[in-house]
């Protein structure tokens, strides 16, 4: 990461783990082991324990995500959550687009894109994900297809908005797969992530935009890929539901 034009943010993703009681003390072990951290600090939690990880983090350094978040404000949507409703029980964060859930939940760009601009106009930071699947690395077409992504999630973003959003970089391939990309690899990718927001939007504007790593990142490999340049933070799945693995790579993020 380049530390004099961006902050680092390392972020846990719980995914679907973690009870409201397990979540409370997960964080109350989390918080001391990451007090003096230099990067910013999330954790984003399943919706039913925003509220017990508020409390829990209270007078900490860590923030509070979720996991995803609709893009109206309310009606009939069953089985959704609105950014009101986030906001309002104090999540600072959302994860949006997660492969996870284009995979699995039918969540397109277009969709990424319209909860990506509700998220903004709440006043909450969104971490939208992209990420290129194994055939298409394959074939050749990575930067096709994170082009594509990053064009489409954040289209009708404004220069202003988009230094709220934090990109995560995660390879489908990468993530849970114990298959981390090489640091190279994930340099490559977000050094072009960064080229492709500098077209749409400027230089300046692409400079001060955090790009996160995801994909089987852990206390043993966190330091390499946060040494590149354009590698500013990390999303990190299993490791973060590990009290001292997610203490340890958000350590890396200081060095
Ligand atoms: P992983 O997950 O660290 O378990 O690979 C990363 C993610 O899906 O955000």
Redesign the pocket.
């Given at each position: 990461m380049n530390k004099t034009l961006r902050k680092a943010v390392i972020a846990g993703?719980w995914?679907m783990n973690k009870t409201p009681s397990e979540a409370k003390a997960l964080l109350t072990e989390i918080a001391p082991l990451v007090k003096d951290a230099e990067a910013e600090v999330i954790a984003c939690v399943p919706y039913v324990d925003i509220a017990v990880a508020v409390e829990t983090v209270k007078g900490t350094n860590i923030k509070i995500g979720a996991e995803n978040a609709h893009w109206e404000e309310k009606g009939a949507f069953t089985g959704e959550i609105s950014t009101g409703m986030l906001k309002e029980i104090g999540v600072e964060y959302v994860v949006l687009g997660?492969?996870?859930r284009r995979q699995y939940f039918g969540e397109t760009d277009e969709t990424v894109n319209l909860r990506t601009k509700a998220v903004l106009a709440a006043g909450l930071k969104p971490i939208v994900?992209v990420g290129e699947l194994l055939k298409e690395r394959e074939t050749n077409i990575t930067q096709e297809v994170i082009a594509r992504q990053i064009k489409l999630d954040l289209l009708g973003v404004s220069a202003e908005d988009v230094k709220n959003v934090v990109i995560?970089y995660?390879p489908v391939w990468?993530?849970?797969?114990g298959k981390t990309a090489t640091a190279e690899q994930a340099e490559e990718v977000c050094a072009f992530i960064r080229e492709t927001l500098a077209k749409l939007y400027s230089k300046e504007v692409a400079d001060s935009i955090t790009i996160q790593y995801?994909?089987?990142?852990?206390d043993g490999n966190a330091a390499e890929l946060l040494g590149k340049e354009n590698v500013d933070g990390g999303?990190?799945?299993?490791?973060?539901l590990v009290a001292e693995k997610f203490a340890a790579i958000v350590s890396a993020a200081n060095a």
């Amino acid at each position: 990461m380049n530390k004099t034009l961006r902050k680092a943010v390392i972020a846990g993703n719980w995914k679907m783990n973690k009870t409201p009681s397990e979540a409370k003390a997960l964080l109350t072990e989390i918080a001391p082991l990451v007090k003096d951290a230099e990067a910013e600090v999330i954790a984003c939690v399943p919706y039913v324990d925003i509220a017990v990880a508020v409390e829990t983090v209270k007078g900490t350094n860590i923030k509070i995500g979720a996991e995803n978040a609709h893009w109206e404000e309310k009606g009939a949507f069953t089985g959704e959550i609105s950014t009101g409703m986030l906001k309002e029980i104090g999540v600072e964060y959302v994860v949006l687009g997660h492969s996870e859930r284009r995979q699995y939940f039918g969540e397109t760009d277009e969709t990424v894109n319209l909860r990506t601009k509700a998220v903004l106009a709440a006043g909450l930071k969104p971490i939208v994900c992209v990420g290129e699947l194994l055939k298409e690395r394959e074939t050749n077409i990575t930067q096709e297809v994170i082009a594509r992504q990053i064009k489409l999630d954040l289209l009708g973003v404004s220069a202003e908005d988009v230094k709220n959003v934090v990109i995560a970089y995660e390879p489908v391939w990468a993530i849970g797969t114990g298959k981390t990309a090489t640091a190279e690899q994930a340099e490559e990718v977000c050094a072009f992530i960064r080229e492709t927001l500098a077209k749409l939007y400027s230089k300046e504007v692409a400079d001060s935009i955090t790009i996160q790593y995801g994909g089987s990142m852990n206390d043993g490999n966190a330091a390499e890929l946060l040494g590149k340049e354009n590698v500013d933070g990390g999303l990190i799945g299993g490791a973060s539901l590990v009290a001292e693995k997610f203490a340890a790579i958000v350590s890396a993020a200081n060095a």
